[in-house]
RNA sequence: GUGGGUGUCGCCUAGCGGUUAAGGCGCCAGGUUGUGGCCCUGGAGAUCGGGGGUUCGAAUCCCCUCACUCACCCCA
């Protein structure tokens, strides 16, 4: 027996409800804010990612799905979805339109990883970016429309945590300060800690292995050693979201795990606790652009993880809105009842009505259940009396009664 | 990648060295003539995740493997 590859889902229809619910609400807060919908390849030439991502990351150093296709390109599936915007904005000199371009996707991301609750080789984002304007009051806007979302799905608690891990000029000043701080200490740090010491300094910081908090504790502060240009960025974010009314907090240590970002990085947690550490994230990324090729071009954004979100609303009994089924169901008899049968589901459909016809030749009794089990409100019963007098019996199925209506009727009462 | 837990019909579970592998849900059919939901009866459906061992004998013990799951890591 085949399986689905290890860390992949189907989503059987008794869950379409989620994703489409999801999906509804993404579409309406990507409206409201402005976002127009783009979708990109699920496979890029693998230096995008590389480039963008940065090859020292975990997800392009271990997680990736690089394969070489049979022209010999190297081509990885996307591990996520901002460096194909990037990509799209400069491909197809989006640079002249309006700015910012606000564009939203949904679509799947594939990491190679220990599958886990909420955490899958292919997975679902739903991201926006915002690319061409470096304002800060963007970044508030983006941290906000990420709160609304999360609020409009009724998700109950959850936490905005923002930070800033500054620019490139600030940030090499406050990585040597790190690696400063650290290097007396690299014998007492845990093996993953000497790691990141060469790799990821910036990872130091949220290291949770109890044998590097204290040396974790007393490490300079990003924020101490943000330039004038970018505290004023992150203070005036800050001034935003508080117009905004969003609640937030500030997690000096708050790193993420793409190179691409600078200044602003922000995730969304959900408060009662779990495993998966987030919602979804984000930030701004002024140098990606200008590392993939183009001009220098600042750019702002998030990403969610459809799965999880799916997860919290289960989790919290959340209700949705079922997705309708079928109004009709056509019953019927015989031969000959079977052709007007269909005859008048295909009329039915016609008028736009959703209908189920039997099959299989089966009993009454057993059609009737059928159509009961499946909670369809109406059937119409067509047997031989019914051919010959041109009618149906249509009953209905959460008062039990039924009467004869002439087919054309029927027809009519379907509007 | 590291460590722990789990794996018996589609789903939930019993069985824990010798049973025709049991039950519930669901599915299908019947309870006379063309009628659902309740009830009753019957049926289909499992080589007990897979592979190797130990044993006269294994779903039950051991090893490997795969999958799921939890924690770490990382992230959505």
Same mark, same amino acid.
Not at 98 to 111: D, E, T, W
């Given at each position: 027996m085949y399986r689905a590859p290890r860390g992949t889902t189907d989503i059987l229809p008794e869950q379409q409800a989620y994703w489409r619910y999801i999906e509804q609400k993404a579409a309406r807060i990507c409206r409201l804010y402005g976002y127009e919908r783009i979708d990109l390849p !699920? *496979?890029?030439?693998t230096g995008l990612f590389t480039r963008g991502v940065g090859e020292g990351t975990d997800i392009v150093e271990k997680e990736m799905y690089v394969f070489e296709d049979r022209g010999g390109n190297s081509l990885a599936? #996307? @591990?996520?979805?901002t460096a194909s915007v990037c990509r799209a904005y400069l491909e197809h000199g989006l640079?002249? #339109? @309006?700015? @910012?371009v606000k564009l939203f996707y949904i679509g799947p991301a594939f990491r190679y990883e220990r599958p886990q609750a909420g955490r899958y080789r292919q997975h679902n984002q739903f991201g926006c970016e915002a690319i061409g304007d470096a304002d800060p009051a963007l970044d508030a806007e983006v941290i906000d429309m990420a709160w609304q979302f999360f609020f409009s799905l009724g998700l109950g608690r959850f936490t905005v945590v923002i930070n800033s891990i500054g620019c490139r000029k600030c940030r090499t000043e406050y990585l040597s300060a790190l690696k400063e701080h650290y290097s007396p200490h690299l014998d007492e740090v845990c093996p993953d800690c000497q790691v990141r010491f060469q790799k990821? @300094?910036?990872r130091l910081l949220d290291c949770k292995n109890p044998r590097c908090q204290p040396i974790a504790d007393g490490a300079p502060k990003s924020a101490d050693y943000l330039c004038p240009e970018c505290t004023e960025h992150y203070d005036e974010m800050k001034r935003h979201l508080g117009i905004l009314e969003i609640p937030f907090k500030e997690d000096r240590r708050l790193v993420r795990g *793409?190179?691409?970002?600078? #200044?602003t990085v922000f995730e969304v947690q959900p408060e009662?606790?779990?495993?998966?550490?987030?919602l979804g994230g984000g930030g701004r990324y002024d140098g990606l652009l200008e590392e993939l090729g183009g001009k220098p071009t600042p750019g702002v954004g998030f990403a969610t993880g459809i799965e999880r979100m799916v997860l919290g609303l289960t989790r919290e009994n959340i209700p949705v809105p079922p997705i309708p089924g079928p109004e009709f169901f056509i019953a019927h008899l015989g031969n000959e009842a079977r052709d007007s049968a269909m005859k008048l589901a295909t009329t039915l459909r016609h008028k736009g009505a959703a209908v189920l016809i039997s099959t299989g030749g089966r009993s009454l009794k057993a059609q009737l259940r059928q159509a009961n089990t499946l909670g369809i409100p109406r059937v119409a019963i067509i047997g031989e009396d019914e051919v010959r007098t041109g009618t149906v019996m249509l #009953?209905? !199925?959460?008062?039990s009664k039924q009467e004869s209506v002439p087919v054309g009727k029927l027809v009519e009462l379907v509007v």
């Amino acid at each position: 027996m085949y399986r689905a590859p290890r860390g992949t889902t189907d989503i059987l229809p008794e869950q379409q409800a989620y994703w489409r619910y999801i999906e509804q609400k993404a579409a309406r807060i990507c409206r409201l804010y402005g976002y127009e919908r783009i979708d990109l390849p !699920m *496979f890029e030439d693998t230096g995008l990612f590389t480039r963008g991502v940065g090859e020292g990351t975990d997800i392009v150093e271990k997680e990736m799905y690089v394969f070489e296709d049979r022209g010999g390109n190297s081509l990885a599936l #996307r @591990p996520e979805g901002t460096a194909s915007v990037c990509r799209a904005y400069l491909e197809h000199g989006l640079h002249n #339109r @309006p700015q @910012p371009v606000k564009l939203f996707y949904i679509g799947p991301a594939f990491r190679y990883e220990r599958p886990q609750a909420g955490r899958y080789r292919q997975h679902n984002q739903f991201g926006c970016e915002a690319i061409g304007d470096a304002d800060p009051a963007l970044d508030a806007e983006v941290i906000d429309m990420a709160w609304q979302f999360f609020f409009s799905l009724g998700l109950g608690r959850f936490t905005v945590v923002i930070n800033s891990i500054g620019c490139r000029k600030c940030r090499t000043e406050y990585l040597s300060a790190l690696k400063e701080h650290y290097s007396p200490h690299l014998d007492e740090v845990c093996p993953d800690c000497q790691v990141r010491f060469q790799k990821n @300094p910036l990872r130091l910081l949220d290291c949770k292995n109890p044998r590097c908090q204290p040396i974790a504790d007393g490490a300079p502060k990003s924020a101490d050693y943000l330039c004038p240009e970018c505290t004023e960025h992150y203070d005036e974010m800050k001034r935003h979201l508080g117009i905004l009314e969003i609640p937030f907090k500030e997690d000096r240590r708050l790193v993420r795990g *793409f190179d691409y970002y600078t #200044r602003t990085v922000f995730e969304v947690q959900p408060e009662a606790g779990g495993s998966q550490s987030s919602l979804g994230g984000g930030g701004r990324y002024d140098g990606l652009l200008e590392e993939l090729g183009g001009k220098p071009t600042p750019g702002v954004g998030f990403a969610t993880g459809i799965e999880r979100m799916v997860l919290g609303l289960t989790r919290e009994n959340i209700p949705v809105p079922p997705i309708p089924g079928p109004e009709f169901f056509i019953a019927h008899l015989g031969n000959e009842a079977r052709d007007s049968a269909m005859k008048l589901a295909t009329t039915l459909r016609h008028k736009g009505a959703a209908v189920l016809i039997s099959t299989g030749g089966r009993s009454l009794k057993a059609q009737l259940r059928q159509a009961n089990t499946l909670g369809i409100p109406r059937v119409a019963i067509i047997g031989e009396d019914e051919v010959r007098t041109g009618t149906v019996m249509l #009953r209905d !199925m959460t008062t039990s009664k039924q009467e004869s209506v002439p087919v054309g009727k029927l027809v009519e009462l379907v509007v």
